[in-house]
């Protein structure tokens, strides 16, 4: 019979993908904000940058929140340790 710490093991790396995951995508509806918003930075960049940047946020985030656990633990422990 397997005891509590085994069973929240997998658990707990899904949940520190997860997290990662909405770390990430964070930043990059941070950075389309930022570029569509502060207007140094949108006198810079082409008007679709912060729109794109935002959408690539967007979709990370929905991973990190939908995506099946089994596949979010695998890419975030990869991504987290800079291995693709």
Same mark, same amino acid.
């Given at each position: 019979m397997a005891t509590q710490s085994e069973l929240s093991r997998p658990?707990? =790396?899904t949940r520190r993908a997860r997290y990662f995951f909405y770390a990430l995508g964070g930043g990059f509806v =941070? +950075? $389309?904000? #930022?570029l569509e918003m502060a207007p140094p930075l949108a006198a810079l960049v082409? #008007?679709? =940058? %912060? /729109?794109?940047s935002a959408g690539? %946020? #967007?979709?990370? +985030?929905?991973?990190g929140r939908f995506g099946p656990d089994g +596949?979010?633990?695998?890419? $975030?422990? /990869? +991504?987290a340790r800079g291995r693709l």
């Open positions: 658990a707990a =790396a =941070a +950075l $389309g904000f #930022a082409p #008007a679709v =940058a %912060g /729109r794109v690539i %946020g #967007a979709i990370i +985030l929905s991973f +596949l979010v633990a695998h890419w $975030g422990a /990869r +991504l």
